[in-house]
C-alpha cells in the first residue's frame, strides 16, 4: 500500500475553525498565501487546492453576491484574471485553465459568504485513477515553493491603473 502524506491537512482537522469569513480573517490573509495585492481585490493560494498552482481572486470587500461587486471590483477582477493566467502560463505551463466562481451553497459554494473566483491551471492527464477511485487528490509541488515561483511573476505583469 503506499502512503500518501498531506501534513498541512491536520493543522484544519485538529484547528479551531475561525468564526466569520477567512477570506477577511488576518490568520489567513497575513501567511505567505496572498501573493498579489491589488486596489480592492487580491490573489490568493487556495490553501487546499485541486492541483498544483490553484489560486484565488478575491474582493477586500466582504460581499457575497456578485451583483453587490462595484465596477472597480469588476474591472480589477478581470485585470487580475488576465494577470493570473499569464503568471501561470510562464511559471507553470498548463495546458489549459478551469476558472469559475461557485454561487451559492447549491452550486458548491464553499465560502458562499465572500465571493471568489478559482483560476485552477490544468494538464493532460493531470486527474487519474487517485480522485476517481479513491476521492483523493495529488498535489505534486509544495505550496510554498509555488507560491515563492509566482510572486515575482505577478511583480512582472500586474499593473494598477
Same mark, same amino acid.
Given at each position: 500500500?503506499?502512503?500518501?502524506?498531506?501534513?498541512?491537512?491536520?493543522?484544519?482537522?485538529? &484547528?479551531? #475553525?475561525?468564526?466569520?469569513?477567512?477570506?477577511? #480573517?488576518?490568520?489567513?490573509?497575513? %501567511? %505567505?498565501?496572498?501573493?498579489?495585492?491589488? #486596489?480592492?481585490?487580491?490573489?490568493?493560494?487556495?490553501?487546499?487546492?485541486?492541483?498544483?498552482?490553484?489560486?484565488?481572486?478575491?474582493?477586500?470587500?466582504?460581499?457575497?453576491?456578485?451583483?453587490?461587486?462595484?465596477?472597480?471590483?469588476?474591472?480589477?477582477?478581470?485585470?487580475?484574471?488576465?494577470?493570473?493566467?499569464?503568471?501561470?502560463?510562464?511559471?507553470?505551463?498548463? %495546458? &489549459?485553465?478551469?476558472?469559475?466562481?461557485?454561487?451559492?451553497?447549491?452550486?458548491?459554494?464553499?465560502?458562499?459568504?465572500?465571493?471568489?473566483?478559482?483560476?485552477?491551471?490544468?494538464?493532460?492527464?493531470?486527474?487519474?485513477?487517485?480522485?476517481?477511485?479513491?476521492?483523493?487528490?495529488?498535489?505534486?509541488?509544495?505550496?510554498?515553493?509555488?507560491?515563492? #515561483?509566482?510572486?515575482?511573476?505577478?511583480?512582472?505583469?500586474?499593473?494598477?491603473?
Amino acid at each position: 500500500m503506499d502512503t500518501i502524506f498531506a501534513p498541512w491537512r491536520m493543522e484544519y482537522i485538529k &484547528g479551531e #475553525k475561525p468564526e466569520g469569513c477567512v477570506f477577511c #480573517k488576518c490568520s489567513i490573509r497575513c %501567511d %505567505d498565501y496572498v501573493i498579489c495585492e491589488g #486596489k480592492s481585490c487580491f490573489v490568493m493560494m487556495n490553501r487546499y487546492p485541486y492541483v498544483s498552482g490553484h489560486l484565488m481572486i478575491i474582493p477586500v470587500r466582504h460581499i457575497g453576491n456578485i451583483e453587490d461587486l462595484t465596477s472597480e471590483e469588476r474591472s480589477e477582477i478581470f485585470a487580475l484574471l488576465d494577470t493570473t493566467v499569464r503568471v501561470l502560463k510562464e511559471a507553470m505551463n498548463p %495546458d &489549459g485553465f478551469n476558472i469559475g466562481m461557485n454561487i451559492g451553497k447549491a452550486a458548491g459554494a464553499g465560502i458562499e459568504e465572500h465571493i471568489h473566483v478559482h483560476v485552477i491551471p490544468r494538464w493532460e492527464g493531470d486527474t487519474n485513477f487517485m480522485s476517481a477511485v479513491n476521492n483523493i487528490r495529488i498535489i505534486p509541488e509544495d505550496m510554498h515553493k509555488t507560491a515563492t #515561483k509566482l510572486a515575482p511573476l505577478f511583480q512582472k505583469y500586474h499593473r494598477e491603473d
